[in-house]
């Protein structure tokens, strides 16, 4: 086996058939020049076909065009000419004679060449021009069915295309029928006054998160209202911007200095170039914001911020419930709380790095249930100041 | 992120889009996969979405940047400037562009597309990530063309033997019916002048008339360009070859009777980028008589007989000849293509694939 193996040498081979080759053409068994010749013999057939792509649709239209040059059939085709003297009156009388008999049988003639004209005439432009806007129309509204046909089984199939349009379709019917369309009479300043606090208690609440931002810029600060936030990053180096609904917050921090713009959070988002946001914070905002505008937030954070760039949302804890009792209802303009894991996952699934949370705003501690002393009885009481009394905010801090 | 991959255009019984498809299975293993391309055939409309269905970026749940594996193979400048646009990491799979020198005078508006294809891919080459081509023969085209670190990735086919697809018995009958019985060779492909049909036909002049008269030869494959068809079909009948058909667009079923009734695969192709048709022929043990062009031998490596790259009509008949009568080599043939068949199988070309993709992902 070993041995048979051996003796196949492609390489002997073909040597082999090269000697063939050359002793077939040295004994005069294969022509002189068949190669070449069998080349010429092709070459000449392309170039017939290189000058005329379609004959038979052309030698058809050629072949009617004869027809109808021959198809023209009437009496005064007859010839009465006659080479012996006289002979033109008498053919002419013959003639007239035959021509009465035949008139019927010409005239029907006539009308039988003009339908086959006709058709001849439609076969050859059907053959050279078929309806291929019958074919494209048809091709076009079934690739147009087809298409919907496998859009709608990616729906089915939980596509992410179709399920981001339905939450779009879903958040916009949301955002016009729900709490956003409340629209008060008293001014949002006499509100912010009378319950948000003095501008240098705000400062001071949040110099920490102004703090983290340092080495962020450009830090977008999303529902700024006065530039507490812009302060505080102005005062650290960090380059910001603001922009907030409201068109009288808007006029107050441009009048202090600050770059805000009037406008939607998330339209400012979807404004910003790929990557080029170093920071975007939400202070108190997300709970103005209904569930499919916080899961596109987050995904917008995502694809804006560069990497190492960071995204602050501070909001009010839901799992505290002494905030129900004290100020989530306060502000008729929240939509729901957020909860805190809710909003890591979401970071989390963004693709962020490093997601932190930070837990802020203990409730007074006169507020909360003081320990009697006795040990059973405290340990239900911390147990209640937990579920009562927990942090009232909470602040997410993702890194890109 | 995700990976995706984009074609040009996606047709049923189409290489590239039958390779994608493959691609697709094995990606959607790791993650979400779907196939984008700028022109889709309806029958291909359930499978592969179109180009401008693409989500960007803002519209993606994690925002981050996609992978997007462009299979390259004709010019489309609308593809072209997607790819510079999306801001996505481009990996570009180049199964080879055919010289438009093979279409100049037939098909000017084809051998156009062929150049612009040439030339969006040296547009593209600082844009994208990876290259990859099938063989190391395109490999060396897109070094040509300037890419700096070019991989060889094989394709993933599926090469299927007897038995995959089930033999169309009226087929075999018609065969014998219209060129009588003998030995058998067998070209399967695209009858296009790259793929030189010409000379296959005055080789099979030569063989039939001065080297084995009872030879029957079968072209199996749809000719697109109808003045190099019908100046084949002239070739035939002026040459008198009615032992040999070119058979135009087959079903599977007909092409398995093809294959079933095939002693010889044969090809006097000038270019390819791979050749799928080889490995089936390895599959089905039909031994291989070929012309060394282009990434044939590197496909073939020892086990079809090729003859040089530039043989004519008669050192190919010897080939053909000796394929089908010489004993010895056929079983040697067939034993090396046994071994060379199990270079192909799908895992590890799926296995160099996503390698290359996790170094650049």
Not at chain 1, 24 to 52: N, T
Not at chain 1, 208 to 226: N, Q
Not at chain 2, 223 to 240: D, I, Q, S, T, V
Not at chain 2, 261 to 266: T, Y
Request: charged residues 25%; negative net charge; proline residues 5%.
């Amino acid at each position: 086996m070993e041995e048979q193996r051996d003796a196949v040498d492609l390489q002997a081979i073909l040597v082999e058939l090269k000697e063939r080759v050359a002793q077939r053409r040295a004994s005069g068994e294969y022509p002189e020049a068949l190669e070449a010749q069998l080349g010429e013999h092709f070459e000449r057939l392309m170039a017939h076909r290189r000058q005329d792509p379609l004959p038979e649709e052309t030698y058809l239209t050629e072949l009617v065009e004869q027809l109808q040059a021959r198809s023209d059939f009437g009496l005064h085709k007859f010839s009465y000419k006659s080479s012996v003297p006289g002979g033109d009156k008498l053919h002419k009388a013959v003639g007239k004679v035959v021509a009465r008999q035949n008139a019927s049988v010409l005239q029907q003639l006539e009308h039988w060449a003009d339908a086959v004209n006709r058709t001849l005439k439609l076969l050859a432009h059907l053959a050279q021009e078929p309806p291929r806007h019958f074919h494209d129309d048809l091709w076009s509204q079934l690739d147009g069915l087809l298409q919907r046909a496998a859009d709608a089984e990616r729906v089915e199939a939980g596509g992410p295309a179709a399920l981001v349009a339905l939450a779009d379709r879903v958040a916009k019917l949301e955002a016009a029928t729900g709490g956003q369309s409340f629209d008060p009479w008293y001014s949002n300043d006499a509100f912010e006054a009378a319950f948000r606090g003095t501008r240098e208690e705000m400062l001071e609440r949040y110099a920490d998160l102004a703090d983290r931002l340092v080495g962020c810029d450009p830090v977008l600060d999303i529902g700024c209202g006065r530039g507490e936030l812009l302060e505080l990053l102005g005062q650290r180096g960090v380059e910001a911007w603001g922009v907030e609904t409201d068109g009288e917050l808007v006029k107050a921090a441009k009048a202090d200095g600050f770059d805000v713009r009037h406008g939607d959070g998330l339209a400012a988002l979807r404004g910003a170039d790929l990557g080029s946001l170093g920071g975007v914070t939400l202070i108190q905002v997300i709970e103005h914001l209904t569930s499919q505008q916080s899961v596109d937030l987050v995904a917008l954070c995502a694809d804006r911020v560069r990497r190492g760039g960071k995204v602050v949302i501070e909001t009010v804890n839901p799992q505290s419930l002494y905030v129900y009792a004290h100020s989530f209802y306060l502000d008729p303009t929240h939509v729901r709380p957020v909860h805190p894991a809710w909003l890591m996952f979401l970071f989390k699934e963004a693709g962020f790095h490093e997601v932190a949370i930070d837990w802020r705003s203990p409730a007074p501690e006169a507020d909360t249930l003081q320990p009697v002393g006795d040990d059973a009885h405290d340990a239900n009481v911390e147990r209640l100041n937990q579920l009562l009394f927990a942090a009232q905010d909470y602040a997410v801090i993702a890194t890109r | 992120m995700e990976i995706h991959q984009v074609l040009v255009s996606a047709s049923a019984a189409d290489a590239i889009t039958d390779s994608a498809l493959r691609l697709r299975t094995l990606l959607r293993e790791v993650g979400p996969s779907e196939i984008y391309a700028r022109h889709v055939h309806p029958a291909m409309a359930p499978e592969v979405r179109r180009l401008m269905h693409y989500p960007p970026p803002r519209e993606r749940p994690g925002g981050e940047r996609n992978l997007l594996v462009f299979h390259a193979s004709i010019g489309q400048p609308e593809v072209v400037s997607f790819l510079m646009d999306q801001g996505d990491r481009v990996v570009v799979m180049y199964h080879n562009i055919t010289p438009a020198s093979y279409f100049s005078e037939l098909d000017p508006t084809f051998a156009d597309l062929l150049d612009a294809g040439r030339s969006e891919l040296r547009y593209l080459r600082d844009k994208v990530d990876l290259a990859l081509a099938v063989s190391h023969y395109n490999a060396g085209e897109l070094e040509a063309m300037g890419f700096p670190d070019v991989r060889v990735s094989p394709l993933l086919v599926d090469v299927r033997g007897p038995g995959a697809v089930p033999v169309d018995e009226g087929m075999v009958g018609e065969l014998e019916r219209v060129l009588g019985t003998g030995p058998t060779l067998l070209f399967v492909g695209q009858v296009l002048p790259h793929k030189r049909v010409d000379l296959l036909l005055q080789a099979f002049h030569v063989l039939s008339t001065h080297l084995l008269p009872e030879a029957r030869l079968i072209v199996a494959g749809i000719g697109r360009l109808r003045p190099y068809r019908k100046a084949l079909e002239g070739l035939l009948h002026e040459l008198g070859l009615y032992k040999a058909t070119l058979t135009g667009h087959l079903r599977p079923e007909e092409l398995a009777a093809c294959w079933s009734v095939a002693d010889g695969f044969v090809t006097a192709s000038e270019h390819e980028g791979f050749c799928m048709p080889l490995a089936e022929a390895m599959a089905h043990q039909v031994p291989i008589v070929a012309r060394a062009c282009a990434a044939i031998p590197e496909t073939v490596q020892d086990a079809g007989l090729l003859v040089d790259g530039d043989a004519g009509p008669q050192l190919l008949a010897e080939g053909m000849a000796e394929v089908l009568e010489n004993q010895a080599l056929r079983a040697e043939l067939n034993r090396r293509a046994a071994v060379r068949v199990r270079d192909f199988h799908p895992d590890l070309a799926a296995e160099t694939f996503l390698r290359h993709l996790l170094s650049v992902a």
